[in-house]
């Protein structure tokens, strides 16, 4: 079978591979869907923690099922895969947060991953389609993400919540910020993303730090109060130590971007502040669920993400195109099949 490696940052690879063997716990999965992802680009670019080489990418996927030997699936059945394989014994996963095991492997990051024409996964890591399409079902990961960072994060209706990044990730932060009855305020440096933030989502609010004064606009949208809640959704160093100063008092300040150096800020400022300071790491089966139940009930448009297309077979030759915001991709998918 064809599988897409990335063999070092820069170079992709068509490889021919063997079909992966049949083992007891496991499924086999015919990969449909392939959403490329932030972590698939940084990885692609050499910037991406808990990251070697060579690897094969991709963890947000639809599939059918070949084989299985879990009980409440058949071959046939469309499927989407929670990524984020764990151990089950430690005290993360008894504790019910396999998202942050302690031995986790995260397909396409730790463990090879579905840019491959069959895969190899955990029978418990499947997830029923319940009527949705393969691109659906492929946005539902990077979804859950900003659903899991909304959970976390405790929202109360009517507050302000501030999201850094205007990513698929952070675009899935607002999203769920809104359901949860909150005033959103989206940041970014790019125009483009923040009037798609006010045009097809209805964001409440748009803020670029390089046009205007961020920390002046914040005070002027809040009534002075600044955001109780802060999100940072871009892994950029810069602009998560600039959240910190963008945060209530009494906020909570949760990291869901992800990079390699070590983060400062203010003790004084953020002790007087009494903040609360969280990561927000992957996602749990719950919030899986959840976004699947606001795609079935209209408060979410899948459809809406989606920009770009690409067949399995071109995406070694226009994966840099991905890369280049003058293309202004939301979310590339790739089709298989």
């Known amino acids: 079978m064809k599988t897409l490696v990335c063999v070092s940052p820069g170079h992709f690879e068509y490889q021919s591979t063997a079909t992966p063997s049949l083992k007891p716990g496991f499924s086999l999965l015919s990969i449909k869907r392939i959403g490329i992802c932030g972590t698939d680009l940084h990885a692609y670019q050499g ?8 690897r094969t990418l991709g963890h947000e996927l639809s599939a059918e099922v070949l084989f299985t030997d879990n009980p ?9 895969v929670i990524p984020y394989f764990y151990c089950g014994i430690c005290i993360a996963c008894r504790s019910g947060k396999p998202n942050c095991c ?5 397909s396409g990051v730790h463990t090879d ?40 994060a405790n929202i109360i209706r009517d507050e302000f919540v501030l999201v850094i990044g205007a990513g698929p990730i952070g675009l899935g932060c607002m999203e769920f910020a809104r359901i949860a009855g909150a005033k959103v ?10 009037a798609f933030c006010s045009e097809t989502l209805n964001v409440n609010y748009t803020v670029n730090p390089q046009r205007e004064n961020p920390e002046e606009t914040l005070k002027l949208l809040t009534n002075g109060d600044m955001p109780t809640v802060v999100i940072d959704a871009t892994g950029n160093r810069n602009a998560i130590h600039s959240g910190f100063t963008y945060l209530a008092h009494g906020g909570r300040y949760v990291l869901i971007g992800l990079q390699k150096e070590t983060i400062a800020f203010s003790h004084p400022e953020f002790h007087k502040r009494e903040a609360t300071l969280m990561s927000s790491r992957n996602a749990t089966r719950a919030d899986f669920m959840h976004v699947m139940d606001c795609m079935q009930k209209g408060l979410v448009s899948p459809a809406t993400y989606i920009t770009h297309r690409v067949d399995f077979d071109q995406v070694q030759d226009c ?19």
Request: glycine fraction near 6%; hydrophobic fraction near 40%.
């Open 47 to 54: 910037n991406q923690p808990f990251f070697t080489y060579p």
């Open 72 to 80: 409440d699936f058949k071959p046939g059945d469309a499927v989407t």
């Open 102 to 106: 302690k031995h986790i492997r995260v």
């Open 113 to 152: 991953g579905g840019m491959t024409e069959e895969l190899l996964v955990p029978s418990y890591s499947l997830i029923k389609a319940e009527g949705l399409s393969y691109d659906e079902l492929a946005l539902v990961e990077p979804l859950a993400i900003g659903a899991h960072g909304i959970r976390r």
């Open 185 to 194: 305020i989206a940041m970014d440096i790019n125009d483009d993303r923040l």
């Open 319 to 337: 994966f840099e195109d991905f890369l280049n915001p003058e293309n202004k991709v939301i979310k590339a998918m790739i089709h298989l099949q």
